[in-house]
């Protein structure tokens, strides 16, 4: 099972920006498609955006389009999650989350963002 570590949260005013980023311990990597998921406290984990293994097509959800920017670094087996225009309802644990060839679903320990004035 691959090991994902997430990095990057933490607090930051409304409109700022945050960059989270995940290493994965395997090097088949590559293969894995990768997504960002993030759960508020009292909510539901909801899917915040994924990006494919192959061709890498990308895919997010409304309430984030336009501002989250999810990219992926095969060479160094991580993903990242560029966030700006931050808003109070971004507040939330994000995880990164792994699906490789199988259908096998690995995830992260979670990274707090905090978005306050």
């Known amino acids: 099972q691959v090991q994902l570590v997430e990095s990057g949260g933490g607090l930051v005013q409304p409109g700022g920006s945050l960059r989270l980023s995940c290493a994965a311990s395997?090097?088949?990597?590559?293969?894995?498609?990768m997504s960002w998921y993030r759960q508020a406290p009292g909510k539901e984990r909801e899917l915040v955006a994924v990006?494919?293994?192959?061709?890498?097509?990308?895919n997010y959800a409304d309430s984030v389009k336009g501002r989250f920017t999810i990219s992926r670094d095969n060479a160094k087996n991580t993903v990242s999650l560029q966030m700006n225009s931050l808003k109070p309802e971004d507040t939330a644990v994000y995880y990164c989350?792994?699906?490789?060839?199988?259908?096998?679903?690995?995830w992260g320990q979670g990274t707090q963002v905090t978005v306050s004035s």
């Open positions: 989350r792994s699906t490789d060839w199988r259908g096998i679903v690995s």
């Open positions: 395997q090097s088949t990597f590559s293969s894995y498609a």
């Open positions: 990006i494919t293994s192959i061709g890498g097509s990308t």
